[in-house]
């Protein structure tokens, strides 16, 4: 279901809902809810009802009661690391990298003969 056309107030609803569905699903009453939690009942009923905002940190406390604290990386999953922090790495990782050898620092091959064509070879 898209949310997109929903007022704030009836998100909240939504979630209140969501909330209360899923304390009802774990079979506990709003004060077990409100002891595992640490959250006193009048807040969980105010999420349940959608009648205002409890805040964040109720909330969380309130997922963790009911064991769906993993549900936050569906809510909001963790953003993939931007392509400028990715060529930043990329480049100080190539930097710590050196050569295996350098052409500079190796001697010239001393071969006797002088080098020829192939072709050139043939009149020898």
Do not use: C, Y
């Not at 959608?50 to 997922?63: E, H, T």
């Amino acid at each position: 279901m898209s949310i997109d056309h929903l007022s704030n107030q009836h998100i909240l609803e939504q979630i209140g809902t969501r909330f209360l569905a899923a304390r009802l699903n774990k079979n506990i009453t709003q004060q077990e809810l409100a002891k595992l939690s640490g959250v006193n009942e009048k807040t969980i009923s105010n999420l349940e009802k959608g009648a205002k905002s409890v805040g964040i940190l109720n909330m969380i406390a309130i997922l963790r009661a009911l064991d769906l604290l993993d549900q936050l990386n569906s809510f909001m999953p963790e953003p993939p690391p931007r392509a400028a922090a990715l060529l930043k790495t990329e480049k100080k990782r190539r930097a710590v990298r050196q050569r295996a050898s350098n052409k500079a620092n190796k001697p010239l091959a001393t071969d006797a003969r002088p080098w020829v064509w192939g072709e050139d070879q043939s009149s020898e």
